[in-house]
Nanobody, 123 residues
Framework: QVQLVESGGGLVQAGGSLRLSCAASGRAFSIYAMGWFRQAPGKEREFVAA????????YYADSGKGRFTISRDNAKNTMTVQMNTLKPEDTAVYYC????????????????WGQGTQVTVSS
């Protein structure tokens, strides 16, 4: 069983930056692929970024390439995403998720989810 808690959301102006963190409880954190997803009002949950259990492989949605950087610290059971040059369209609730096995781009294969953290980017 893994419990995930996100932090770091908030209100920022367009062009600003935020750093979201996800703290995981439980054992063997490194066996879990981790992902960030987001959901805006009236829209489906969408993939943002993901990282393999070892941290070697990272993946980004086209919307975040060049602006977002995902990382993890397996010794501290944490994962972060640094989000730069934020845009109003990045406004959403951001969720971290975990699954055993390889990274997936869809939300359904992820077994564990955090409660979400709100990111609001004003224009």
């Amino acid at each position: 069983q893994v419990q995930l808690v996100e932090s770091g959301g908030g209100l920022v102006q367009a062009g600003g930056s935020l750093r979201l963190s996800c703290a995981a409880s439980g054992r063997a954190f490194s066996i879990y692929a981790m992902g960030w997803f987001r959901q805006a009002p009236g829209k489906e949950r969408e993939f943002v970024a993901a990282i393999s259990g070892s941290g070697i492989s990272v993946y980004y949605a086209d919307s975040g390439k060049g602006r977002f950087t995902i990382s993890r610290d397996n010794a501290k059971n944490t994962m972060t995403v640094q989000m730069n040059t934020l845009k109003p369209e990045d406004t959403a609730v951001y969720y971290c998720a975990a699954r055993k096995g390889p990274v997936q781009y869809n939300a359904a294969p992820y077994d564990y989810w955090g409660q979400g953290t709100q990111v609001t980017v004003s224009s």
